[in-house]
């Protein structure tokens, strides 16, 4: 509701609105507990308030109090989300992967020893 109403009034501007009392606003409807057959058979639900089939000096007169925008509860506020991302180090993922001081050692020894052995594989490919 907040979104449409900030809508009109971004879309309108206040000479343009006319009150439409509750007993004839076909809006109001759907709020009042009347099901689908009973709006289909409504013609205000169809075609609208008859006073819009009507010339304009016919229509319903404007508002005569017309609240400050500013103010409107109906307006949805704005939010804004700021988002941080942190990035993890390879080390940092290393430590949280192992549940266990043991484990993490171990992986290490392996992870060390690879090294080592790459290392040496390079060296006797070069030379």
Request: net charge positive.
């Amino acid at each position: 509701m907040a979104n449409r109403v900030a809508a009109i009034h971004e879309g309108s501007e206040p000479p343009q609105w006319r009150c439409v009392d509750t007993k004839i606003n076909p809006a109001d409807d759907a709020s009042k507990g009347l099901n689908g057959d009973q709006m289909l058979e409504n013609e205000r639900w169809l075609y609208g308030p008859s006073f819009l089939k009507k010339s304009k000096e016919f229509w319903l007169s404007q508002p005569t109090n017309i609240p400050q925008l500013a103010n409107d509860d109906e307006i949805k506020k704005e939010v804004h989300v700021h988002q941080v991302t942190v990035h993890e180090s390879p080390v940092d993922k290393f430590f949280q992967r192992y549940s266990s001081w043991y484990k993490l050692k171990k992986a290490a020894a392996l992870l060390r020893f690879k090294i080592y052995i790459m290392s040496n594989m390079e060296v006797k490919m070069r030379g």
